[in-house]
């Protein structure tokens, strides 16, 4: 079974920086994406950051220049390196992942996985 495990959130000052790690685990053929969402209280989920399999990145715009997301391909994690935090940025950070896993047969079927969430929050 799949899973998607997510570490490294917690209390941050604004200014301050945090690093999110997620661990892929279970019968994986391949990575085709990684990437990372966050949800702030009363708002939608939104996209934050993706990287592909050929480690090719984009962000949205308002986290450009101040968040990096890296990918261990041997550990199958992808980090998220996290700087210059704005209290906004207050949210829970969720990993979503492409994978290309074991179908009937064998044969590779590709799903999209999530995990369960990390907490952010504003320490001021």
């Known amino acids: 079974q799949v899973q998607l495990v997510e570490s490294g959130g917690g209390l941050v000052q604004p200014g301050g920086s945090l690093r999110l790690s997620c661990a892929a685990s279970?019968?994986?053929?391949?990575?085709?994406?990684m990437a990372w969402y966050r949800q702030a209280p009363g708002k939608q989920r939104e996209w934050v950051t993706t990287?592909?399999?050929?480690?090719?990145?984009n962000y949205a715009d308002s986290v450009k220049g101040r968040f990096t997301i890296t990918r261990d391909n041997t550990k199958n994690t992808v980090y998220l390196q996290m700087n210059s935090l704005k209290p906004e940025g207050t949210a829970v950070y969720y990993c979503?992942?492409?994978?290309?896993?074991?179908?009937?047969?064998?044969?590779?079927?590709?799903?999209?996985?999530w995990g369960q969430g990390t907490q952010v929050a504003d320490s001021s």
């Open positions: 979503n992942a492409v994978l290309s896993v074991p179908a009937a047969w064998g044969r590779p079927r590709e799903d999209t996985y």
């Open positions: 279970g019968t994986i053929f391949s990575i085709n994406s």
């Open positions: 990287i592909t399999s050929g480690g090719s990145t």
